[in-house]
């Protein structure tokens, strides 16, 4: 199995993206989702305290994000697979800046535990890149595929007057479909039901640490 040369250049990328993404405000390439009506002094505080939780488990989402996208694309050997993943990095800023803008507004703080997230979701990303492409990409599909019904929850979730949150969720929801889409177009294998299930169970664990801390 030939690699591609992991280079200075790439490692220092990698680690200036990390970097920016743990601690830096992200600089969406997208406008902020508006939705129809937006009042936040229609949320009581538990509601907006609720909301800000929810919306600190969908940024800690775009961190693992980034994070596997990067992993993967370091050690995928097909250009088209790197620009599927490049691409859908890139879409997975805006989510990044959105739900943090989203936090601030409601008055909530981002994950303390965003360099672990990061970290473990890089190590895993690497992983599923050294299996090969369609694996590689098999992993992209079905963490898309998680995510988006995970986002499918929070709409249920979510206070229902608090739309702009709402709007945010749903934009996002469609980009993951999308990025799942791709990913099985370009040949992803569909993965085994106990790596899904294994997927879920680290999901689980993530959102409920996500939720408090």
């Known amino acids: 199995m030939t690699l591609p040369p992991l280079t200075l250049d790439k490692a220092i990328a990698v680690l200036d993206m990390g970097l920016r993404t743990v601690f830096s405000q992200a600089s ?39 994070a596997l996208y990067s992993g993967q694309a370091l050690v995928s050997r097909d250009p088209d697979n790197v620009e599927a993943l ?57 963490t898309e595929h998680q995510v988006a019904a995970h986002l499918g929850k929070h709409l249920h979730e979510l206070p229902a007057q608090d739309h702009a949150s709402r709007a945010i969720v749903t934009q996002m929801k469609k980009d993951e479909e999308h990025h799942a889409e791709t990913a099985e177009h370009l040949g992803g294998a569909t993965l085994p039901a106990p790596v899904k299930l294994a997927m879920r169970l680290a999901s689980k664990v993530m959102t409920r640490t996500a939720y408090h801390l």
Request: charged share 25%.
């Open 28 to 66: 969406p390439s997208r406008p902020y989702p508006q939705a129809e009506t937006s009042d936040d002094s229609a949320l009581s505080d538990s509601e907006r305290k609720h909301a800000a939780a929810l919306m600190r488990i969908n940024h800690v989402g775009e961190v693992c994000a980034q």
């Open 86 to 142: 490049q691409e859908a990095s890139r879409e997975e800023v805006d989510h990044l800046a959105w739900c943090e803008r989203r936090i601030s507004e409601l008055g909530g703080r981002k994950s303390l535990l965003n360099p672990l997230w990061f970290g473990a979701s890089f190590g895993l990303g690497v992983t599923a890149g050294l299996l090969g492409d369609k694996w590689n990409l098999g992993f992209l599909a079905e």
